[in-house]
């Protein structure tokens, strides 16, 4: 197929690239272009002066930082969609992050509109065997990022807050109720059934647990049902209905809240904590450690960083409170980054993923 000659304004743009140390073709623009990470080419330049505008050339920087044959740039997509926040990338959006979330049944061969409704013992036999399919194949994890990340300090002699939680999310008693959840929410699992999966993994203060099922009581006592308020009361089914009726300008809010803070953790984690411990036990004496780092804040490129993104856009929207710390959160992580190097000339439009800036900052 014949290909439009390169415009002038394509040219004009590769070149800019080029200058950054960057490759990029009309043909990846034309492709950028249709994903909606790039805008449309008669909205590169400013008007009053013809000349290329900053932001098309930083995000186009990016784009092209992160292009490799063959390869997604994954959730990075997301984080263009969630900043330009319209109506049609907002639509993308909602629909990433639902296949997303759907993918793990996708890969056992299962269906939502597969998963029998009621009360029944037949309903509730056929969600258990769902569940277990779920987790055919799946690799155990056997040892959490919090356990990993306190080795080198420790070894050096620095002191890190003590566990709050349990010492490893993924532990297979969890993983083998969260099957459950996702499955059939929480009507399938027992309150006995949470509390001894959490307690053969627990590593936090031993009455913390106790004050939970005391709290649970109490509930139950005045009339209320926590269960019922839980991200997972209705399963992956209201997880997806979160996402799908979530507001466009809200969708973008937490998807870029989510991007923004995985990005700077990564940063945090990978370039500055091993020089500068003190940084891992500021991250470590916060909530959000627990409820957020190490259950989804590590966000690595492919599927399994666009699951975390998924789960963390998903907290973002239905619990309450979750966003207003996640934001506090990365308002202290901003603290521990340090100082950027001073600019020189057009550094800042060229700067890609190296510079350690988001896409958006």
Request: glycine residues 8%; hydrophobic residues 45%; negative net charge.
């Amino acid at each position: 197929m014949t290909r439009t000659p390169p415009s002038a304004v394509e040219m004009l743009l590769a070149a800019e690239l080029a200058r950054c140390g960057l490759t990029a073709t009309p043909h990846q623009f034309e492709r950028w272009r249709g994903q909606r990470w790039l805008a449309p080419a008669a909205q590169w330049t400013d008007p009053a002066t013809g000349s290329l505008r900053p932001e098309i050339v930083h995000r186009a920087s990016w784009l092209a930082a992160l292009s490799r044959a063959g390869r997604s740039i994954s959730w990075i997509g997301w984080t263009f969609w969630a900043i330009d926040d319209t109506p049609q990338t907002a639509q993308r959006l909602r629909q990433a992050v639902a296949e997303t979330l759907q993918l793990p049944l996708r890969r056992a061969g299962i269906t939502l509109d597969r998963i029998p409704h009621g009360d029944s013992d037949t309903a509730f036999a056929a969600r258990q065997e769902l569940a277990g399919r779920l987790l055919d194949g799946r690799r155990a994890i056997g040892r959490d990022l919090d356990g990993t990340l306190r080795a080198h300090p420790a070894a050096a002699g620095l002191a890190l807050p003590a566990p709050r939680s349990v010492s490893n999310p993924f532990d297979k008693a969890l993983v083998q109720v969260g099957a459950r959840l996702l499955i059939g929410g929480m009507d399938d699992v027992s309150p006995e059934e949470l509390t001894e999966a959490w307690k053969s993994v627990w590593s936090g203060p031993p009455d913390q647990l106790d004050r939970i099922g005391a709290a649970h009581i109490a509930a139950d006592t005045a009339g209320l049902d926590l269960r019922a308020h839980s991200p997972l009361a209705d399963g992956l089914r209201g997880l997806l209905r979160a996402v799908e009726t979530a507001e466009e300008r809200r969708l973008c809010a937490a998807v870029r809240a989510c991007t923004k803070a995985s990005g700077t953790l990564a940063e945090l984690l990978l370039k500055h904590a091993d020089s500068e411990p003190v940084i891992l036990a500021r991250l470590m004496d916060d909530v959000m450690w627990d409820q957020w780092v190490r259950v989804g804040g590590v966000a690595p490129a492919g599927r399994l960083g666009e699951a975390a993104i998924a789960l963390s856009t998903v907290q973002y929207l239905v619990v309450p409170g979750w966003a207003e710390d996640l934001h506090r959160y990365q308002a202290l992580m901003d603290t521990l980054r340090p100082a950027p190097e001073p600019e020189h000339g057009d550094a800042t439009v060229c700067d890609g993923p190296a510079s350690g800036a988001g896409p958006g900052e």
